[in-house]
């Protein structure tokens, strides 16, 4: 998985790189700017009970396309919606049990196990509010871009890879399937950070760990790369 994450960042790298090289001769005043993008983050869980604390890269890759729609003549101010693809993966000590009463929830102790992490997959619809200097002959500008993302859940599984037997895997069905949270995006030219704070909850409201409702939500920072 890491070897594709880092195949794609490299293309998108090279392809941006290649875009602040452009001479353009013709200079087009209908340009629009940012429409793809793929970007990588760490994963950080909120809230989590006291006793529940993350192990291991907690990673996330995201990438899709954005309609740029410019709301003045200079074409600096725009609005973007679009449609991409999120894998994000949170490591933590939380064990997840699938039982036939329902999943149980417990704490692993740092000696039971290798791995342990729930991982979804998200069909992501981002939404910003986007200012940058750009211009139509000039490729290296600044950008802040704010907004929201929607997302549903797809593809939920929990997995553990214990230290003495093989691993366990289900499709976890507590985890929420519809995701929504607020998105900064602020760079210059090629590295931008990227910020996605989760105004929902990673899990249903019934989910509890012994007595405890499991109000996890999810804060990702990390890097995105555009490209038209």
Partial sequence: MMR????LLFLCFTGAVAQTGIDSTNVDSRYLEDQFYIGITYNFL???PDDVSQRNLSYGLQAGFIKDIPLNQSRTTAIGIGVGYGVYSYYSNLKA????????YSILDDNDFNRNKV???VLEVPFEVRWRNSTASEYKFWRLYAGMKLGYVFGGR?????????KVSFYNEDIRSFQYGLTLNFGYNTFNLHAYYSLA?????NVVIGSENLNTKALRIGLIFYIL
């Avoid at 594709?4 to 195949?7: A, N, R």
């Avoid at 049990?97 to 149980?104: A, I, K, R, Y």
């Avoid at 909850?201 to 409201?205: E, G, P, V």
């Fill in 4 to 7: 594709y994450l880092f195949g």
């Fill in 46 to 48: 909120l809230n989590q």
């Fill in 97 to 104: 049990e699938e039982t036939s009463s329902g999943n149980l």
């Fill in 119 to 121: 991982e979804t997959h």
């Fill in 158 to 166: 929990s997995k553990l890879v214990p230290t003495d037997t093989g």
């Fill in 201 to 205: 909850n990673l899990f249903n409201d």
